[in-house]
């Protein structure tokens, strides 16, 4: 069985979401809502409706994320003999060029949302990924 640290998973899926809060809300919430076409009405009216909902998805998604990354690390770490910040800077990158880029591309080829917003999200991903691959490789 592979040991996983299951508090650094759930800390890395918390860091998950505090830098999807920042990265939406205080860095580039403006420009997001902008290439989502949203307004600031629109906004208002879902934050009334409520949205435990959405953010309970998110985060189950952010701790399923974290618990797959965690594993990537401990694969990764003993296949590539890297430790610590480099382990979990290369997991979370590999698996965003892996698995989330490539993925992801269908927003703008088939949904036609434009490049700026992939740039956008696709920054978050790679970040948050490489954050939750060094919690998840140096607390081990």
């Not at 505090?18 to 009405?41: A, D, N, P």
């Not at 952010?62 to 694969?75: D, H, K, P, Q, T």
């Not at 610590?84 to 965003?96: K, L, P, S, V």
């Given at each position: ?107 703008v080829i088939w ?30």
């Amino acid at each position: 069985m592979v040991p996983i640290n299951y508090l650094a998973v759930l800390v890395a899926a918390i860091a998950s979401m505090v830098l999807g809060f920042l990265w939406y809300e205080q860095l580039f919430g403006k420009y997001w809502m902008q290439l989502m076409g949203f307004t600031s009405e629109s906004m208002a009216e879902a934050k009334k409706k409520g949205m435990t909902m959405q953010y309970s998805l998110m985060t189950v998604g952010s701790l399923v994320m974290s618990y797959v990354l965690a594993n990537a690390v401990i694969f990764g770490s003993a296949y590539l003999g890297a430790t610590g910040i480099t382990a979990g800077i290369m997991a979370g990158f590999w698996n965003w060029l892996g698995f989330i880029a490539p993925v992801t591309l269908g927003s703008v080829i088939w949904e036609g949302n434009s490049w700026k917003l992939w740039v956008l999200n696709n920054g978050y991903y790679l970040v948050s990924l490489s954050v939750m691959g060094t919690i998840l490789s140096v607390w081990k």
